[in-house]
């Protein structure tokens, strides 16, 4: 769900505003095991927002620094392919609705208790993608809360340090902030993750391995604002393990793409823009 550069086993986003770690983007890294008017104005040329790339790539290479040890999948449908202890890798199937009831549990804002399947895991990494994209990655104590309820207890330590250390002043100031993170006044500061597909690549009883295909927006939106409000497209790989009656994340890993062709709609005002994003609500993802 890099910061600055360091996110999962790919941990950490890069200067990129998308990563799943709250605007950063990654590339992969590995931590040691033991670390349990219209305010836009028109389409912005080919990437002109690479510079808050290079910032949330800052956040990217420290999420990347987050992935830890990689652990197979977490595959308990029975018709499925659940293997031994290594696991067994699942074939593709599209994101469709399977008539199964949403988790109805929570963790602070997070959804919980998913299913010991395949589904459940899918559920598990989209929910979980979209927290550690979130704004409220950037405020110190919701990070902390965030990473509790939905990291591995073995992993969570080291995820906090990496992040701690890649949600900097030179982060916040690269994305406009102020250099403690809070967002300036007369501005509204954008950081959201939205899955478009899931699908498992590998799992078991224990453990399962999902890609999840996303889109995001990052930057401040506000009159006058030198750090606009940019899209992105990412792939985020998380690898779960099944821990007391539920997935937690112990690796994430993100990369760019794919991305479809920009299409010619007009870009928003950055009114419109704060607006929408303050008028929209997230949602739970279940298949």
Known sequence: MSHD??????????????????GTRQTRTRL???????????????????????????????????????????????????????????????????GTKPVTGKNGEIAAGFSQDQQGAQSAAANYSVALGSAEMFDKTKRDEILGNVIAPSAVGGFRKTLDQAYSATLFKNLGLNED??????????????????????????????????????????????????????TITMELQWINGDWKAVTHS????????????????????AGAVNGFGGFTYAR
């Open 5 to 22: 550069d360091g996110y999962g086993n790919d941990s950490g986003r890069t200067g990129d505003g998308y990563s799943t770690l709250g």
């Open 32 to 98: 040691p095991d033991g670390e349990g008017g219209d305010g836009y104005g028109p389409r912005r040329p080919p990437r002109s927002s690479r510079s808050l790339v290079t910032v949330v790539g800052v956040i990217v290479l420290l999420l990347a620094a987050i992935a830890f040890a990689n652990l197979g999948g977490g595959d308990g449908d029975k018709g499925g392919t659940s293997g031994g202890s290594g696991g067994s890798k699942a074939g593709a199937a599209p994101t469709a609705a399977t």
């Open 181 to 234: 993170g809070t967002t300036p006044t007369g501005f509204t500061f954008i950081s959201r993750t939205t899955p478009i597909g899931t699908k498992v690549t590998k799992s078991s009883d224990e453990q399962a391995t999902v890609e999840v295909w996303c889109t995001g927006l990052i930057g401040l939106a506000g009159e006058g604002s030198t750090k606009p409000v940019t899209d992105g497209w990412f």
């Open 254 to 273: 993100q990369k760019d793409g794919p991305a479809p062709v920009g299409s010619d709609t007009r870009a928003s005002s950055a009114d419109e823009i």
